[in-house]
């Protein structure tokens, strides 16, 4: 993907955080996060990142983000290296990437109105103040589903569909041009899911910003995402267009995600799941492949080479030794 093309270019992302026991605290160990993710995100485009709980999706996000440091790699927006950049530096680039986080009543403030809490933006980057940003908050109340007059009510009145449909006008007072979605919908009633993934769909027709979706329900990323990344021990193990990585997944663990998943009609053919044991431990990951512990066709070369992320055909990359991928278990 060229830099023209590319809103978001991430190289070899490594965050590493220590493991400290003891009186002193002296260093035990560490917990590789996230351990060389490399990805890109073209404007209007939206990744979805999949994978199991704490292989690393929301350590990706945060770091992408800058609301983590990573230990190394390279983090570039608009094709700007924002990696290093100090606070003054890194502000100016805010403005154009934001979050909208899984649990929407954490992250409101309960001592602040709605209409405060959507407009706060604005007045930090000094964009609108008074009548203006009142008009302006209305206004993204409005493209959100929700009535202006409800811009005076407190998180607590609010349902949780709602409470989330403020903080996507939150992230949207800004104009960004990337958001990243961190569950947004988990903690929601699977109809109020649809509904704020139909939002999300929406805006971004309307608007033509990216997003960088992060989910574990495999029918929500089907349902919004152009490409879909998954991710294993904090590695992404296997990248490509949806159609093409629902239809054809190559690396064993996606086959076995996409086995797992419920199928109502009983006369459809079950894919075999192909894992087996425990996930291992971030903070002891096994060499080689990360995915070897558990693999069904591992090679004795998967425990000690790691594969790279290379191209299995056209926009579609697979990290595994196998080469083509297992193929399909019947």
């Known amino acids: 993907m060229s830099a023209e093309t590319a809103l978001l270019e991430v190289e070899n992302l490594v965050k590493h955080y ?3 026991r003891g009186l002193l605290r002296r260093r035990a160990g560490t917990v590789h996060a996230v351990d060389g993710v490399s990805f890109a ?3 209007g485009e939206t990744l979805g990142l999949v994978g199991e709980s704490g292989c690393g999706k929301s350590t990706v996000a945060r770091s992408v983000l800058r609301l983590v440091e990573p230990t190394s790699g390279r983090i570039q927006l608009k094709g700007h290296d924002i990696t290093h950049l100090g606070k003054t530096e890194l502000r100016q680039h805010r403005r154009a990437m934001q979050i909208v986080f899984q649990d929407p009543f954490a992250s409101l403030n309960p001592r602040m109105s709605a209409g405060d809490i959507v407009g706060e933006p604005l007045s930090v980057h000094g964009l609108a103040s008074g009548r203006d940003k009142e008009a302006r908050v209305a206004e993204l109340f409005s493209q959100v589903g929700l009535r202006p007059d409800q811009m005076r009510n407190f998180p607590h009145q609010f ?5 989330q449909r403020i903080c996507i006008a939150r992230a949207l007072a800004l104009r960004p041009d990337l958001i990243v979605c961190d569950e947004p919908v988990s903690a929601l009633d699977v109809s109020i899911q649809a509904q704020v993934i139909n939002l999300l769909v929406d805006l971004q027709q309307a608007y033509g910003f990216s997003y960088l ?21 904090g590695r992404i193990v296997e990248i490509a267009d949806k159609n093409e990585l629902f ?25 075999t799941p192909l894992v087996d044991g425990d996930v291992p431990s971030p903070v002891n990951p096994p060499p080689g492949c990360a995915f070897h512990t558990r693999c069904r066709y591992a090679m004795a070369r998967c425990k000690t080479e790691r594969p790279a992320l290379l191209a299995a055909g056209p926009r579609h990359q697979v990290a595994c030794l196998l080469g083509d991928g297992a193929g399909r278990a019947e």
């Open 159 to 163: 349902s949780g569909g709602q409470r």
């Open 213 to 233: 979706f992060i989910a574990h329900d495999l029918a929500v990323v089907a349902h919004i995402s152009h490409r879909v990344a998954v991710m294993y021990l």
């Open 18 to 20: 220590p493991v400290r």
């Open 247 to 271: 239809n054809n997944p190559r690396h064993p663990y996606t086959q076995a995600l996409l086995a797992s998943v419920p199928v109502a009609n009983p006369r459809v053919k079950r894919l």
């Open 41 to 43: 995100l073209r404007r």
